[in-house]
């Protein structure tokens, strides 16, 4: 059974870092694409990054192009968001998920593509 579960979150001050793991399990990571979202209350969720089972390519959103870097380990089947000069826009629940379909530059950041989800960690930025 395809699932995920979130780690890393936390409290961080403007500025500085955070990283998130994503632990999958019941698919290889090269099977799977896997992607990074988030949520505020009142709002809806919007696609972070993603990076693609096949050849490890990655997609970002504008927002944090730049600033955030995704990366996997096939090995322990783990991904990670690295998240650097964080402000206090970036506050909000930080969800992994798993999709199984082709995404592609259009379509990575629509959340009805990914077959599993997360629980979410909470990511604060405050001083």
């Known amino acids: 059974q395809l699932q995920v579960v979130e780690s890393g979150g936390g409290l961080v001050q403007p500025g500085g870092s955070l990283r998130l793991s994503c632990t999958v399990s019941?698919?290889?990571?090269?099977?799977?694409?896997i992607g990074w979202f988030r949520q505020v209350p009142g709002k809806e969720r919007e696609g972070v990054s993603c990076?693609?089972?096949?050849?490890?390519?990655?997609y970002y959103a504008d927002f944090v192009k730049g600033r955030f870097t995704m990366s996997k380990d096939n090995v322990k089947n783990m991904v990670y968001l690295r998240m650097d000069s964080l402000n206090s826009e970036d506050t909000a629940i930080y969800y992994c998920?798993?999709?199984?379909?082709?995404?592609?530059?259009?379509?990575?950041?629509?959340?009805?593509?990914?077959?599993?989800w997360g629980q979410g960690t909470q990511v604060t930025v405050s001083s």
């Open positions: 998920a798993a999709a199984r379909k082709f995404l592609d530059g259009r379509t990575w950041s629509t959340t009805d593509h990914y077959d599993a």
């Open positions: 019941g698919v290889a990571l090269d099977d799977v694409n």
């Open positions: 990076i693609k089972g096949n050849y490890g390519f990655r």
